[in-house]
Structures are given as structure tokens and as C-alpha cells.
């Protein structure tokens, strides 16, 4: 019985882990599926539970605060630190390599 109960508890750890070995840098979820990896330079975002929603950072808006909407499951992936998205290329830059504006 021992066993068994060891056994499991093997198994549950292995499959917690499973998600990050086949997608270390995270994905997009819908559905409770994976539609696609986060590319280099991104990490994932995903939240099952209703939360205050942050916009990712971004050139025009390298601080953004939080929503006063609450919203549910939501699945991004945001430009690692210190890096924020340039909108006009859709590419994680350095801050001080956005476009002048």
C-alpha cells in the first residue's frame, strides 16, 4: 500500500512538472490547450483565476497600471524584463531603442 501511495505521488509531481519541460518559456492557452510556445525573449502570463488585469509594457506605455475590470482565465505572452513590446514591430526592444515619437 506503501508503494502504491508513493507511486502516485511520483506521478502527480512528474505531470505539475511536465508543463514546463515541454514549454519552458510558457504558451498561449485556450481551452485548456496549448496553441503556440512563447517565442524567445517572452515569458508567459496566464492566469486561470479573475484577477486585476496589467497590461504589458510597452514603448508607449513602458509603465502601465492595473485595470479596474476584473477578468478571468487569460493566457499572454509578455516581453521579458528589462525589454518592452514595440507595438509598430511587435518585437521586445530595449526601452531606449523604441522609435522617437
Avoid at 519541460?21 to 512563447?38: A, M, Q, V, Y
Avoid at 517572452?42 to 483565476?49: A, F, M, Q, S, V
Avoid at 508607449?60 to 524584463?81: F, I
Wanted: with cysteine.
Amino acid at each position: 500500500m506503501k508503494f502504491l501511495v508513493a507511486i502516485c505521488l511520483i506521478v502527480l509531481v512528474g505531470l505539475s512538472l511536465a508543463k514546463d519541460l515541454f514549454h519552458p518559456r510558457g504558451c498561449i492557452w485556450k481551452e485548456g490547450l496549448c496553441i503556440r510556445d512563447c517565442e524567445e525573449g517572452t515569458h508567459e502570463e496566464y492566469k486561470i483565476l479573475c484577477y486585476y488585469f496589467t497590461p504589458e509594457p510597452t514603448c508607449d506605455n513602458p509603465n502601465p497600471v492595473p485595470d479596474t475590470e476584473l477578468k478571468c482565465d487569460r493566457s499572454a505572452c509578455y516581453c521579458d524584463a528589462p525589454t518592452v513590446r514595440d507595438t509598430a514591430t511587435n518585437k521586445c526592444v530595449r526601452l531606449e531603442d523604441c522609435p522617437k515619437k
